[in-house]
């Protein structure tokens, strides 16, 4: 087990590798010259284009501003973004949010998605069934920037329930709708598939056997069926915090949540390399552990997965 | 100029300018000095965004920036609110010819760290400023003075790397003792003075130059107000200021601080004015447009500023060349009904063009000879057009491309006008939507942008010339589309060197009856700036540059 | 069977009855395959009947738009009818735009639903296969699929989608395939890691061995036995998906990476109703419902094929 997890571990340097070198090439090759575009329609003089190209390595070919950013890595110097901040502040300013913001919707939308799933999936076909399918359409159909701000004008602005925005005041209270409106989408996919593996399981032979065994109704849900359920639900948890942390963006963009998403977003949208780098290079991170984690519980979950070696 | 990287700051006024276009204010409770003013000392919560550059005057080209300098810092001239020019720290500004100034440094105020405020700090600064080793982004605002191009050296033809300066000071620019300043300039220009309140013209400390780095996380100026504390910039979260209690000028704070809160998007910010979270906004989002008058009847101003919105045709388009291209220049001017579109699709918030320059500034004529062409018109427009077809016909498959920016909004209005064009002479039309803005400046640049495309230029100084010669004048630094008139040209030089700001603003009024013949570009509309405020505060104002008179702001 | 033949005074011979008949095993004809034995069932249910037929309208109105309205969508689009409420003609009124609603609606189907069903289709063929080879194989097959997996998802869909606008093919032919190519690009690994997870599952049970164990080749029991077994969840990320990618085209082409303005889409008009929603929510409506209804099609498509393909409850 021990050698699984650290031949795991040991995985990452050349996923971080990988990403690095695409997402810098990547931003390389945006189009539009990101030092010009600070100037907007009227253009600096070339002399201090000129500087600022040299003082953001700009002026070097890929390979020479790659080969810099791995350097100034490897000896924890991000470096500066165009408006002169150190890309390590930025970084530890906006995750912790980001971080706590993903949290609560990764709560909300597995305790919601979890439990309405195995209500639907053990009544299949009832009024509860019925009605959380047209739930699901409704999150489905309607886009975020709509059930967002329909969410925030409603508890924050008419029931005065919750703080509108969060901006400089965070904290996991304030947090709290921007979670429930980020964990929306992704709570139709937890539902959805937590409903299809509790029916498949419900008609499986050893939920017969537990049933015939005399166990109580409670006890065969929880036991086995739930938790020969949770595969495919844990897995996707486990994938979906990608579009938790930094796909967040127009969530973010609605509560003005000072997090990952926005930054990256606006990072990218100005082509800073090193900031789109050091972000996507922290979430890589991330990915990695969680599915680390995901597998680890496979085997919890379900004794006859082994990993070998 | 300062732009709002995504134009969702659009904005002001000068209260001349309503009179012209009676274009009113909404119903505000502004009427000043009348209102009796609540607790002096309250601070006041203000939308905002991270500035994109350390806070150093010369340094700070957008709107997020420009605002908090333009409260930390007072410079020789500022800006009434309806763009007239005054003099601030300056005892006089004089000239013999245009070319030669004196300016006469008001003695004995100060910093906020105690260093008086010479005419040494407006010297260093300048020159400062202006090197281009210090790469600051308004560098090219010195252009005008000799010895430019030594601090500055720009590109030869055929060289690839740009040469480094050969002086570190302007040549033109003399400290002749403690409250005199000597400029020379290298050609006349009567509207030189005018430029003297923008923010790239402020005074630093000496402590400033030493160390700009620190300076700009945590400035020192002359202003209305200071920065609260060391750090008090919090970054992607808020700036605080103070009032500064030293300051004796016409700006003098009438609230006891503003507190700049960043917001990554303008919905939110609107949101928190309705829960009273916010006290003041000057951004709002675009699906509020229609409703920010009934969701605050009281609250709430619209007012237009020097700014305006334009459709620009690339000179090198084949379909747009000679008579023919003239003819359909006209055609699709005439085919736009502008009126309808700052009507439906801006619910008012824009001004109908009628110039190329904006009447907030002074010498605005909306009546300049051949600006009919900018009146709807949709069986001349179709007339035109077909005439145009008769010399060089129209290819038949060809769908005219409207290039914009998606980061600002302008979706909704690109569309309404290749409705227009779709509509009124019957060919294809579509926006083309870049996701960045650089991606458009690139392809302006490298003329190879296959079709029109938006553009939007806001004053820096309130002058007919600042619309006109950066953008259009041959060669000139904004001028993408390579217009080039000759005539044009000499008009602008004979303005500049006008002996009087009448003289000068009759000949831009004739250098722009050239543009209604050429229509480089099609003006669309004026800018106007909303605000809207929470319960909590009045006396809400702003300036000809869409700028929120902070300093005006009372707490009730 | 045991013969009953001395109980003649109770009950008919056991020749005279047709018992013999139906308790016989027929051996001699082959077991029907899995998809025959689907199908067979699956077209008896009124779930599949009403999806089929639903899903075939659908179609229909993509291919056929002129079939349903008289109205060109974007043609004659007037300011002065913005935001109009329906009148003769224009049964849902007119959007921002001053253009029909029902026309758009009908017109934006055929864009909508090429995306939704064929990034599906290429999620599924990349996603399902790499997944199921990285979970049936596990060691190294499998690391090195999901540490790439760890890759495309840690890209950001707007960087991705801006870098892959930009070449030069694809800059010069924007179209609905752009967009497809774009979400299957960065879409896939999500499905990869379901079906990874699902196989892993069921690669251990007790008929997979057995299977093995009478000589079942690995790469045939994967694909006879060890997928049918872990399709449930595969069905139900396809179908939700296929409304997500549809949205997702809109969120594209607002921020100027997806269709070209000129082709319409459910996606395009529900992110313009961004400018209308506090004013008249009502344009959100029709796209939104239309988007729903073609969602709810595939999920009880896919509901209905799950039950039909359920091994535990078929019939041998």
Not at chain 2, 429 to 458: N, V
Not at chain 3, 127 to 135: E, I, K
Not at chain 3, 292 to 306: E, H, K, P, Q, Y
Request: proline fraction near 6%; aromatic fraction near 10%; glycine fraction near 8%.
């Amino acid at each position: 087990m021990i050698q699984f997890i650290l031949r795991r571990l040991l995985q990452v340097i050349p996923v971080f590798l990988g990403t690095t070198l695409l997402v810098y090439f990547m931003v390389f090759a945006l189009p539009g010259d990101p030092i010009r575009a600070l100037f907007g329609d009227r253009p600096p003089s070339e002399a201090v284009i000129a500087a600022l190209r040299q003082q953001y390595n700009l002026d070097q070919p890929f390979w020479v501003q790659y080969g810099l950013f791995l350097k100034n890595l490897f000896t924890f110097n991000l470096g500066v973004d165009f408006t002169g901040q150190p890309i390590a502040a930025t970084l530890g300013r906006v995750f912790p949010v980001t971080v706590m913001l993903a949290i609560e919707a990764l709560v909300i939308q597995a305790v919601f998605g979890i439990g309405f799933g195995l209500i639907a999936g053990l009544r299949k076909g009832k009024i509860f069934d019925s009605s959380v399918l047209l739930a699901s359409l409704v999150v489905i159909a309607i886009p975020i920037f709509v059930l967002g701000f329909v969410l925030q004008l409603v508890f924050g602005v008419y029931l005065g329930w919750a703080k509108p925005t969060v901006g400089t005041d965070v904290s996991w209270s304030t947090l709290l709708l921007p979670a429930f409106a980020l964990a929306l989408v992704s709570f139709a996919y937890v539902l959805r598939l937590t409903r299809a593996s509790v029916i498949e399981n419900s008609t499986a032979d050893y939920v017969r056997t537990a049933t015939a065994k005399g166990l109580s109704r409670p006890r065969v849900v929880m036991a086995h069926i739930l938790r020969n359920s949770m595969i495919p639900v844990v897995t996707y948890l486990g994938a979906s915090l990608g579009g938790l942390m930094g796909g967040a963006i127009v969530t973010e963009g609605i509560f003005n949540v000072p997090g990952v998403g926005q930054k990256l977003y606006q990072a990218i949208l100005r082509s800073e390399g090193p900031t789109v780098v050091a972000i996507v290079s922290v979430l890589v991170l991330v990915f990695v552990i969680a599915n680390l984690l995901v597998d680890l519980l496979y085997a919890w979950l379900d004794p006859r997965i082994r990993y070998e070696k | 100029m300062r732009f709002a990287r995504t134009s969702k700051a659009l904005g002001i006024v000068a209260i001349a300018a309503l009179a012209l276009t009676g274009c009113g204010a909404g119903g505000g409770s502004n009427d000043g000095a009348s209102q009796s003013a609540g607790d002096p000392s309250k601070v006041i919560t203000a939308y905002s965004n991270e500035p994109q550059n350390p806070l150093l005057p010369a340094n700070t080209n957008e709107v997020y920036g420009g605002r908090v300098v333009e409260l930390l810092f007072e410079g020789l001239t500022s800006y009434d609110p309806s763009g007239q020019s005054v003099n601030a720290l300056a005892e006089s500004i004089e000239s013999p010819d245009g070319q030669n100034y004196t300016i006469k440094v008001k003695s004995g105020t100060k910093f906020t760290n105690g260093e008086e405020v010479t005419a040494k700090s407006f010297v260093d600064a300048w020159n400062f400023a202006a090197l281009s080793t210090n790469a600051q982004a308004n560098s090219s605002f010195f252009e005008s003075i000799e010895g430019y191009d030594a601090v500055s050296a720009t590109k030869k033809e055929g060289e690839t790397e740009v040469p480094a300066p050969t002086s570190q000071t302007l040549s033109g620019l003399v400290l002749k003792d403690d409250t005199t300043i000597e400029v020379k300039l290298t050609q006349p220009e009567a509207d030189w003075p005018l430029r003297l309140g923008y923010t790239a013209f402020m005074p630093l400390p000496s402590q400033a130059i030493a160390d700009p780095k620190a300076f700009g996380e945590n400035p020192v100026g002359n202003g209305p107000y200071k920065m609260a504390k060391e750090g008090a910039w919090q970054h992607d979260s808020q700036i605080e200021l103070v009032k500064n209690e030293d300051y004796a000028g016409p700006r003098e704070a009438k609230n006891g601080g503003v507190t700049f809160k960043f917001y990554t998007d303008p919905a939110p910010a609107y949101t928190d004015i309705q829960a009273n979270n916010l006290d003041v906004t000057d951004v709002l989002p675009t699906n509020a447009l229609k409703t920010y008058t009934t969701d605050f009847p009281e609250n709430h101003l619209n007012k237009p500023y020097a700014g305006n919105s334009t459709l620009n045709i690339p000179g090198y388009l084949p379909e747009f060349q000679g008579e023919a291209g003239k003819l359909r220049r006209q055609a699709i001017s005439m085919a736009i009904n502008r009126d309808e579109i700052t009507k439906v699709i801006f619910s008012g918030t824009r001004i109908p063009a009628k110039d190329f320059t904006s009447p907030a500034v002074d010498g605005y004529n909306d009546n300049v000879e051949g600006s009919e062409v900018l009146k709807f018109d949709a069986a001349k427009a179709k007339e035109a057009w077909d005439k145009a077809n008769a010399i060089s016909p129209w290819p038949a498959d060809k769908t005219l491309q409207l290039a914009y920016n998606t980061d600002g909004g302008n979706k909704e209005w690109i569309d309404a006008v290749a409705n227009n064009l779709k509509n009124n002479l019957g060919i294809q039309a579509e926006g083309q939507p870049f996701a960045k803005f650089a991606e458009i400046l690139d392809l302006r640049k490298a003329q190879t942008l296959p079709g029109f495309t938006r553009a939007g230029w806001q004053a820096d100084y309130p002058s007919l010339y600042n619309f006109l010669g950066p953008l259009l004048k041959t060669g000139a630094s904004a001028n993408y589309e390579g217009y080039s008139n000759p005539e044009f040209d000499k008009l602008l030089d004979e303005g500049l060197g006008a002996k009087s700001t009448d003289d000068a603003n009759a000949k831009f009024t004739e250098a722009q009856e050239i543009l209604f013949q050429d229509l480089p570009n099609l003006p669309l509309w004026y800018s106007a700036r909303q605000v809207v405020w929470s319960q909590n505060v009045t006396n809400v104002d702003s300036g000809w540059n869409g700028v929120i008179q902070y300093y005006n702001i009372t707490a009730k | 069977m045991k013969s009953n033949q001395d109980t003649t005074h109770f009950v008919a011979p056991i020749e005279e009855t047709p018992l013999l008949a139906t308790d016989a095993v027929k051996t001699d004809q082959a077991p029907l395959s899995l998809w025959a034995d689907a199908w067979r069932k699956l077209r008896r249910r009124p779930l599949f009947i009403v999806s089929a037929v639903m899903i075939l309208v659908i179609l229909v109105v993509a291919f056929f738009p002129g079939l349903f309205t008289q109205t060109a969508p974007n043609d004659n689009c007037q300011l002065a009818n913005s935001d109009g409420a329906p009148s003769a003609g224009h049964p849902f009124g007119f959007t921002f735009q001053g253009c029909d609603v029902y026309a758009r609606v009908i017109y934006g189907t055929q864009a909508s639903v090429m995306v939704g069903v064929f990034a599906v289709i290429g999620v599924l063929i990349i996603g399902v296969t790499l997944g199921a080879l990285a979970g049936f194989y596990g060691g190294w097959v499998d690391s090195v699929i999901a540490r790439l997996g760890d890759i495309f998802f840690a890209l950001p869909l707007v960087l991705g989608a801006l870098v892959v606008t930009q070449l030069p093919f694809f800059r010069e032919n924007k179209s609905v395939w752009t967009v497809i190519m774009i979400i299957v690009l960065l879409a896939w690994p999500q499905m990869a890691r379901l079906t990874r997870g699902a196989v892993i599952e069921v690669r251990n049970a007790d008929f997979i061995t057995a299977a093995r164990s009478l000589g079942v080749s690995r790469i045939q029991s994967l694909i006879k036995h060890v997928l049918p077994n872990a399709l449930a969840p595969i069905i139900v990320l396809a179908t939700m998906e296929l409304g997500v990618f549809i949205v997702l085209e809109a969120t594209l082409s607002f921020l100027g990476i997806g269709l070209p303005g000129s082709i319409m889409s459910w996606g395009n008009d529900i992110s313009a109703a961004q400018s209308s929603i506090r004013t008249n929510p009502a344009v959100l409506l029709y796209p939104a419902a239309a988007l729903s209804i073609t969602v709810l099609s595939f999920i009880m498509l896919g509901d209905a094929l799950r039950d039909a393909l359920d091994p535990k409850s078929r019939q041998r």
